[in-house]
């Protein structure tokens, strides 16, 4: 579905991403972990087109992308949950889901279905319909923004760290719900600081060190990894 190669990313004269390779089939849950600073962020933004590389290629479901305009990627079916939420602060929980599903709503087309799909999977958002973002506690702005990921039909949906912060009760809720988007039929790939969970509930993965894939491979054979359960889940 998805290929990065060769990917070299700056800012500025430093380089951030170092000839990265990278795949993701169509239906797995493909996870990449590292370090702070290592470049997990760099390659969503740089898949969804917010940063762009400076060398190598990008293909998703055979088209380059690599120079594609940012809305185009959004309506090809690539939705980037972003790290921090970023959510709509002056909008009201409905209206931010609504806002994303312009990528692909024609005039007056319904959106209900969509809707009512996200109100399922986080049945607190619908009981929030009304309020406004910035009054939402953390936890639920983090909902809220997996949820407006989700509205615009992504056949590949980019999480960005999506438990950081929150409570261990909502952690489960989110790991679960990324399981059953997963199931739903949505490919996904997941950047956590929290590698254990992500590497639970992942096929694949990819550990990211300065900027490089420094190993790759099945979840499973991650997990037990001697070097990465000393560098990334905690011995
Ligand atoms: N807009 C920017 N301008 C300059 N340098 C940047 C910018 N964004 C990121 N960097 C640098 O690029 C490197 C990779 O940053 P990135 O945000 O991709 O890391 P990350 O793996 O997502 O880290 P974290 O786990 O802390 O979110 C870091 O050294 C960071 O300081
Ligand atoms: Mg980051």
Same mark, same amino acid.
């Given at each position: 579905?998805?290929?990065?190669? +060769?990917?070299?990313?700056?800012?500025?004269?430093?380089?951030?991403? !170092?000839?990265?390779? #990278?795949?993701?089939?169509?239906?797995?849950?493909?996870?990449?972990?590292?370090?702070?600073?290592?470049?997990?962020?760099?390659?969503?933004?740089?898949?969804?087109?917010?940063?762009?590389?400076?060398?190598?290629?990008?293909? #998703?479901?055979?088209?380059?992308? *690599?120079?594609?305009?940012?809305?185009?990627?959004?309506?090809? @079916?690539?939705?980037?949950?972003?790290?921090?939420?970023?959510? #709509?602060?002056?909008?009201?929980?409905?209206?931010?889901? *609504?806002?994303?599903?312009?990528?692909?709503?024609?005039?007056? *087309?319904?959106? +209900?279905? *969509?809707?009512?799909?996200?109100?399922?999977? #986080?049945?607190?958002?619908?009981?929030? $319909?009304?309020?406004? =973002?910035?009054?939402?506690? @953390?936890?639920?702005?983090?909902?809220?923004?997996?949820?407006?990921?989700?509205?615009?039909?992504?056949?590949?949906?980019?999480?960005?760290?999506?438990?950081?912060?929150?409570?261990?009760?909502?952690?489960?809720?989110? &790991?679960?719900?990324?399981?059953?988007?997963?199931?739903? =039929?949505?490919?996904?790939?997941?950047?956590?600081?929290?590698?254990?969970?992500?590497?639970?509930?992942?096929?694949?993965?990819?550990?990211?060190?300065?900027?490089?894939?420094?190993? &790759?491979?099945?979840?499973?054979?991650?997990?037990?990894? !001697?070097?990465?359960? $000393?560098?990334?889940?905690?011995?």
């Amino acid at each position: 579905m998805l290929k990065l190669e +060769q990917i070299d990313v700056y800012y500025g004269n430093v380089r951030a991403l !170092e000839n990265v390779d #990278f795949e993701v089939d169509t239906g797995e849950i493909v996870t990449l972990i590292g370090a702070n600073g290592a470049g997990k962020s760099t390659i969503l933004k740089t898949i969804s087109g917010l940063n762009r590389p400076r060398q190598g290629s990008i293909t #998703f479901v055979g088209e380059n992308i *690599e120079r594609m305009a940012v809305e185009r990627i959004v309506s090809r @079916g690539i939705s980037h949950v972003p790290e921090g939420r970023r959510i #709509f602060p002056g909008l009201t929980v409905f209206g931010n889901l *609504e806002v994303a599903t312009s990528s692909w709503r024609k005039r007056g *087309e319904s959106y +209900q279905r *969509e809707m009512e799909n996200v109100f399922q999977l #986080f049945p607190q958002l619908r009981e929030k $319909k009304d309020q406004l =973002g910035w009054s939402l506690s @953390g936890g639920e702005q983090q909902i809220l923004s997996i949820g407006r990921g989700l509205m615009s039909r992504p056949r590949l949906l980019l999480l960005d760290e999506p438990s950081l912060g929150l409570a261990p009760k909502l952690v489960r809720l989110v &790991f679960d719900t990324i399981k059953t988007i997963n199931d739903q =039929g949505t490919t996904i790939l997941l950047v956590e600081q929290n590698a254990y969970a992500a590497l639970q509930i992942a096929d694949r993965g990819y550990v990211l060190e300065n900027g490089r894939i420094a190993l &790759f491979g099945l979840a499973k054979d991650l997990a037990s990894d !001697e070097k990465v359960k $000393k560098a990334y889940l905690g011995g």
